[in-house]
């Protein structure tokens, strides 16, 4: 018989000194322990696929907690009948006394550790889909606050403002547009579309400002000459 642990942490930034720890405090030798950096949503990973082949029965396989042998319910429930029930190893859960395939191999012990590990399972999966949640919203609140994420857009042309009123007003086509601004025609119209929706944002947020008796400004101008503008009120 041959011990082996794994380990699993999602990202390449995350700590995975606890679950050492845990590993070695079970005496699992430290050449048999299998460490990913991946997500938990599947079990396509390289050293879990390396552990898995080299698994022979009567091993024992340590884990931390069931999360990290993974957060897919479906996947989790597979992968633990396949591990004991097809390769014949026991697993240990350190983290969950109960799941622990050496003790309470009668009708009972079996049930309870079936039932523990469902709804552990269900847990794993539902913390991922709130921590996929969490980073959705956490997305659309950086960009409502005008955070930038990917490469920064290159600046655009002096020209772009006047010849983004000339071409929407139905002067020149995308293509001229385009051509007069250096510019790719799909990276003029999406840019258009982008400086468009920026346009309308601002406009939205100025509505809900009390009125101070300012003409509104028309939507397509530049930045430059909107400033010009509301200066001249104020004069």
Known sequence: MSVYGYIR????????DRQWIALRQAQVPAQNVYVDRQ????????EYKRLVRRLRKDDLLYIKSIDRLGRNYEEILVQWRFLTQEKDIDIVVLDMPLLDTRRGKDLLGTFLADVVLQILSFVAENERENIRQRQAEGIAAAKARGVQFGRPSKPLPENFYAVHRTWRSGQITLRQAAELCHMNHNTFYYRARRYEDEQRA?????DEVPRTGQPPVEEGSPPSAREEGEGSQNV
């Open 39 to 46: 997500s938990g949503k599947d079990f396509q990973r390289p």
């Open 9 to 16: 942490v999602s990202t390449r930034e995350q700590n995975d």
């Open 202 to 206: 601002q406009l939205m947020v100025r």
